[in-house]
């Protein structure tokens, strides 16, 4: 696995894993590690199933950042406690925007 | 109040959807050079990063910036070649034994334009060969560079550009211009504008 990818999935975590834990922040230790581990799987799904299948960088980061949000919104409600599916939404949506943010900069 | 400001929210979510999906492949191309001794590991990358570098677009060439001798790489690839480049899905071009100087590696049909590419499009990318160790030899497979009768494609032209961005090169013009950004934003505020309703429906009933 290349050193570039590496770092920017570090650049990930080191940016969505504060956020969502913040969010839930009566939970923050268990919300930081479903973080952790849902971003993670969303970032390899996102550049080594997304962008090969993808018919354009377009497709390629309109698909990716969408499931990410999507599904780590869905981890989040499911393992928050008391599951709470709205603050799970804004989360992934802000935490999302934020490192995607970072990113384009 | 709150209710307006998550109507805001979403108002601004469509609009910004609506405005990303006109926009088009703004990924540019360009080439990512690694210099090692005297030998320069040239990648392409961007949207042609599957390619192969030594045989895409016609190949490459390289300038002599101080003598102005155009050379062509020969197809020459290192797999082990560790380069600081990304060159996990395309081949890059191994070029050896380079005398020490300034040059210039560029495709001898060059890039196209892709105007909405954050930084232009490039004609080539200038490299510095530092090395005066004399002793140098090809790899067994390297039948070496060839000379190359044309003139680069970037002659004529002043600022090694194919062409610039036609949007501003700061971070918030590019963020604006990379594919699908508002598309993603405007998501994202949809998103979180569904749950920050929710939950300020919920603080709501609480105080009521």
Known sequence: MGEHYLLALATTLAIEVPVVAAAFFRTWWRMAIACAAATTCTHLAMHFVVRPLAGSHLVFIVVGEVMATVVEGVVYALVSRPRDLPRAFLASALANSLSFGFGLL | ?208
């Open chain 2, 1 to 208: 109040m709150k209710r307006n400001a998550s109507l805001m929210l979403v108002f601004l979510a469509v609009v910004a959807m609506s405005g990303g999906a006109e926009a088009n492949c703004a990924e540019g191309n360009y080439y990512g050079t690694d210099v090692m001794g005297r030998t320069v590991v040239v990648c392409l990358l961007g949207q042609v990063y599957s390619y192969d570098a030594c045989t895409f677009q016609g190949g490459l060439i390289r300038e002599n910036v101080e003598t102005g001798e155009v050379v062509r790489l020969a197809d020459h690839h290192d797999a082990e070649q560790d380069t600081e480049q990304d060159a996990e899905q395309g081949e890059c071009c191994v070029d050896e034994c380079v005398p020490p100087g300034t040059y210039r590696y560029g495709l001898v049909e060059p890039f196209d334009c892709i105007g909405a590419a954050c930084g232009g499009t490039p004609f080539y990318e200038e490299v510095e060969v530092e090395d005066h160790n004399l002793a140098c030899s090809l790899s067994e497979d390297n039948p070496g560079t060839t000379a190359y009768d044309g003139d680069p494609p970037w002659h004529g032209d002043g600022d090694g550009m194919v062409c610039e961005s036609v949007y501003s090169d700061g971070p918030f013009g590019c963020m604006v211009a990379q594919p699908g950004a508002r598309a993603v934003f405007g998501f994202n505020a949809l998103f979180a504008a569904l749950g920050l309703s929710v939950l300020l429906a919920r603080r709501l009933r609480r105080r009521g």
